[in-house]
């Protein structure tokens, strides 16, 4: 007993006291400062994004494209690109998601959400979510498992990962959605108790990502059902998730 004590005084809490506050590592790429003054339209950035989220005139990086590979901050000679480590990065718009030089990481997070009425009423105190690989690399399915572990602890605010969609309020998607898991995301989503919530998690579930061109895809759930909250990353951060249902759900 006095060994388990030791140890436990010695590591002291395990969970993030506060992950509103929380900040993540230096290193870590979450939304970028474009300053377009800058840039001396070498285009030497659009030419190495794997994921063709960079676009010119204006400079502008998509987050629901966008894989954080950093490239595009390394091959630009005029720093025209920085990525910053500020993680709260979700959205309920998609088109929110394209940053460029009038969005400060300071101004994206305080904009980026915009949380209904409804959603807080009925999934403010409980959220219950099932979550659909739809051809994923299972990057993002580790994280979204991180998110209940000791050191996240998402369970504490009521918001948790079921088994069946049956037991679900929502859905969350993540992988570029392919054509023999297409069908699977539908049923999973129709048996979903009415009303039901979509959160597209990670740059393949909200764009298709690198595999955006691929004939293997069958994107045609994302075109037929609005999508409630966009969560960007390759893979996501488990704190940019909690965040930004935390904040979908006004809490």
């Known amino acids: 007993m006095l060994d388990i004590l030791r140890v436990r005084i010695h590591q002291g809490k395990q969970f993030i006291p506060n992950v509103k506050k929380a900040v993540v590592s230096e290193k870590f790429r979450g939304i970028p400062i474009i300053n377009d003054k800058e840039c001396s339209n070498c285009l030497q950035c659009l030419q190495v994004c794997p994921a063709k989220a960079i676009a010119e005139?204006?400079?502008?990086?998509?987050?629901g494209k966008c894989v954080l590979c950093g490239d595009c901050e390394?091959?630009?000679?005029?720093?025209?690109?920085?990525?910053?480590?500020?993680?709260?990065?979700?959205?309920?718009?998609?088109?929110?998601l394209v940053v460029d030089k009038d969005k400060t990481p300071k101004d994206y997070v305080a904009q980026a959400i915009k949380a209904r009425k409804e959603i807080k009423n009925l999934f403010g105190k409980s959220l219950k979510l099932r979550q659909v690989s739809a051809g994923g690399c299972n990057g993002c399915e580790m994280e979204l498992n991180a998110c209940s572990n000791v050191n996240f602890d998402m369970g504490r605010f009521g918001i948790d990962f079921v088994a069946s969609p049956r037991h679900a309020d929502g859905v969350v998607i993540t992988g570029p959605i392919t054509e023999n898991m297409a069908s699977a995301l539908e049923d999973?989503?129709?048996s979903t108790p009415e009303p039901?919530?979509?959160?597209?998690?990670?740059?393949?579930?909200?764009?298709?990502?690198?595999?955006?061109?691929?004939?293997?895809?069958?994107?045609?759930?994302?075109?037929q059902h609005p999508i409630d909250l966009y969560?960007?990353?390759?893979?996501?951060?488990?704190?940019?998730?909690?965040?930004?249902?935390?904040?979908?759900l006004e809490r």
């Open 57 to 63: 005139k204006p400079l502008s990086i998509d987050l």
């Open 231 to 248: 969560v960007p990353g390759c893979p996501i951060h488990p704190l940019t998730f909690i965040n930004g249902v935390l904040s979908f």
């Open 188 to 190: 999973a989503y129709r």
């Open 196 to 223: 039901e919530i979509i959160i597209a998690v990670g740059s393949c579930a909200i764009s298709g990502g690198i595999f955006e061109s691929s004939q293997a895809l069958n994107r045609q759930f994302i075109d």
């Open 74 to 96: 390394r091959e630009c000679p005029k720093g025209a690109i920085h990525f910053t480590n500020e993680h709260k990065m979700a959205s309920t718009s998609r088109k929110f």
